[in-house]
């Protein structure tokens, strides 16, 4: 089963910045329309942002529309999530998963997450 991978979490300061991958091996990125989410503690998993395939638009959720930037870098297979002016709310463990297009309720392949902490 086809799973992707996400890293680049950490512990940053309200204000600063961290830079998000999703990779997959075996599993070509360039297909699918990707999308990141996340679950804050206590709550449930929330969709913030989708690239879809080919020269779409990409999808941002309002609370990071501005802050967040989503792209792909298809030779690295890899998609990424640029995450600036981070806020204690971004405080979450945030996921990739692909389907085949961002207006998809349902998306599969799911990585395992990585924990990003914004505190002083």
């Known amino acids: 089963q086809v799973q992707l991978m996400e890293s680049g979490g950490g512990l940053v300061q309200p204000g600063g910045s961290l830079r998000l991958s999703c990779t997959a091996s075996g599993f070509t990125l360039e297909a699918h329309a990707i999308g990141w989410f996340r679950q804050p503690p206590g709550k449930g998993r929330e969709g913030i942002s989708c690239i879809p395939s080919g020269d779409g638009t990409p999808r941002y959720e309002y609370s990071v529309k501005g802050r967040f930037t989503i792209s792909r870098d298809n030779a690295k297979n890899t998609v990424y999530l640029q995450m600036n002016s981070l806020k204690p709310e971004d405080m979450a463990v945030y996921y990739c998963?692909?389907?085949?297009?961002?207006?998809?309720?349902?998306?599969?392949?799911w990585g395992k997450g990585t924990q990003v902490t914004v505190t002083t």
């Open positions: 998963a692909a389907a085949a297009d961002c207006r998809e309720r349902v998306f599969g392949s």
